[in-house]
């Protein structure tokens, strides 16, 4: 006698399950865990050295943020070492999610949009992390934005922060603004270029990210019914000070490491190539 496996579910059935199932457990995380996080970070205990140097803090805040990815269905996948101390960590950009992923590996204050401190959850998370808030499209801002990139640096403390100013639908990665680089020049720091796929070989960038004008609350939601797939955290080669001359050698070199580890160098190459053999064709 032969059995036939179940077949899962799918669809909109699947997606109405999924909420169901994960919506308490948002609940619990949101109201019992994150009470939990708020206590320790604004108290004394907070401040307590764990033997890899890290703070109570941070530690918890890394943990609770790997709990939301596992309860939005990701499965975290790191490869690479991020480098400790004064370092400029530099990532592609696809979601608000990008954040919870790289605090969820290595803790640093990241530089980002203003309107982020006023979204709920990630916004107070976001300031207690180290959060530098940026004015977009406000030179001054920027300027006061690298000042205390500097000054956290040169106190031997990581930074994070996002080249392309902004999220692109997921689509192929945008080009790095090469003024940002200028804090790791002028406190001679190595910069780490990081590259988040999501989805088995980043099959889900487009899924993961901002569509059109969708809201963050919309963002939110939508991905708290998506199925599970992979998160990948990549930490790639480090460019050490002297390794690239200049900011925007730094910026171009940051941009191509995270592009080879997105794959899309050779996705690149290979329209090129088609578009030749179509040309000698005609």
């Known amino acids: 006698m032969t059995t036939t496996a179940p077949i899962p579910p799918s669809g909109t059935f699947a997606r109405a399950l999924r909420y169901l199932l994960r919506t308490p457990l948002l609940v619990w995380h949101l109201l019992v865990h994150l009470t939990v996080v708020m206590v320790v970070v604004v108290s004394p205990l907070g401040r307590l050295r764990l033997r890899s140097g890290e703070s109570l803090g941070h530690r918890i805040i890394r943990a609770w943020q790997a709990g939301l990815m596992r309860l939005f269905g990701f499965c975290l996948r790191r490869s690479g070492t991020p480098l400790p101390g004064a370092v400029l960590f530099v990532a592609n950009h696809v979601s608000w999610i990008d954040i919870v992923a790289l605090h969820s590996q290595h803790m640093m204050g990241f530089v980002a949009k ?27 801002s920027l300027g006061g934005v690298l000042v205390e990139m500097q000054a956290r640096l040169r106190e031997g403390r990581a930074v994070g922060v996002f080249p392309e100013g902004r999220t692109r639908e997921g ?8 003024r940002i680089f200028l804090a790791a020049v002028e406190t001679g720091v190595p910069v780490q270029p990081v590259a988040l796929r999501y989805g088995a070989q980043g099959e889900a960038q487009r899924v993961v990210a901002f569509r059109g004008r969708e809201s963050f609350v919309a963002n939110f939601f939508r991905l708290l019914g998506e199925p599970p797939r992979e998160a990948e955290v990549a930490f790639l080669e ?4 002297g390794d690239a001359d200049g900011r925007r050698r730094i910026a171009e070199v940051s941009r ?13 190459r290979e329209r090129r190539d088609a578009g030749e053999v179509a040309t000698d064709a005609g």
Do not use: D, N, Y
Request: charged share 20%.
């Open 256 to 268: 191509e490491r995270i592009m080879a580890a997105l794959g899309q160098a050779s996705r690149r």
């Open 171 to 178: 689509g192929e990665l945008g080009p790095f603004h090469a």
């Open 114 to 140: 203003k309107e982020i401190a006023g979204w709920p959850v990630v916004g107070w998370l976001a300031g207690h992390g180290e959060t530098i808030f940026h004015q977009r499209g406000s030179q001054e």
């Open 238 to 241: 480090p460019i050490l000070p």
